[in-house]
């Protein structure tokens, strides 16, 4: 079936610096979602593309589609303590009655 | 901000107890969703409702059922539970004002143990 491949499966970085995870598939989609999962917690929508080549920011964050259709990456800036997570990406397949297919989450560490 | 509420938020059970987990949503959206996540596993749908009196499972086979009487609610049922039912289960809802009508905003989740 469709996958999405994302990558990488954890990070541990610094305080202050900049982070940057992708997903690829070799499947087209026309929607793309980042979403931040905290422990416990259900997944929280980040940043929202619905055209090839948009590129989005919402405060530090910063997510393309791909031109192609078929990758997005996410950009976080500046990072801080609070940007621990799991960060998921969600791609939508043109005419699946907008049934979202994830990939396996990038695991967040910042060191203060 | 989405308003969708989930209960429990947590629960053990013992195994071949009935359950259902609660999710309702006051935003007026159409499509609601099941997914169960494993602990830091990637989420995989179960469930899904287009509206009143539609239901279909999802990519991944579950002992669960669900029922959308109403559009703000659609609960999730396992009339008897077995330890391998164990796991996250989220709840979501869409958004059809986007432009795609395929914003999805999830639940803060029902953590299910069965013993």
């Known amino acids: 079936g469709q996958q999405l491949n994302q990558s990488p499966q954890s990070m541990f970085i610094q305080e202050g610096e900049d982070v940057s995870m992708n997903c690829t598939s070799s499947?087209?989609?026309?929607?793309w979602l980042w979403y931040k999962q905290e422990p416990g917690e259900g997944p929280v929508l980040l940043i929202a593309l619905y055209k090839a080549g948009e590129l989005t920011s919402n405060g530090r964050l910063t997510a393309q589609f791909g031109i192609t259709r078929k990758d997005s990456f996410l950009n976080i800036s500046a990072s801080i303590p609070s940007d621990v997570g799991i960060y998921f990406c969600?791609?939508?397949?043109?005419?699946?009655?907008?049934?979202?297919?994830f990939g396996q989450g990038t695991e967040l560490s910042v060191k203060p | 901000e989405a308003d969708i509420y989930q209960t429990p938020r947590y629960l053990v059970i013992g195994t071949g107890k009935k359950i259902t987990l609660e999710c309702s949503q006051t935003?007026?959206?159409?499509?609601m969703y099941w997914y169960q996540q494993d602990p830091g596993m990637e989420l995989h749908l179960i469930h899904y409702s287009y509206g009143v009196n539609s239901t279909e499972k999802g990519d991944l086979s579950s002992e669960s059922t669900v029922s959308r009487i109403r559009t703000e609610h659609f609960p999730l049922t396992l009339e008897s539970a077995r330890p391998s039912h164990t796991s996250q289960y989220l709840c979501?809802?869409?958004?059809?004002?986007?432009?795609?009508?395929?914003?999805?905003?999830f639940g803060e989740g029902s953590w299910l143990t069965v013993v």
């Open positions: 979501a809802s869409s958004d059809p004002t986007g432009p795609s009508g395929n914003t999805i905003y």
């Open positions: 499947s087209i989609f026309n929607t």
């Open positions: 935003m007026g959206h159409d499509k």
């Open positions: 969600a791609g939508q397949l043109y005419n699946q009655g907008g049934k979202l297919i």
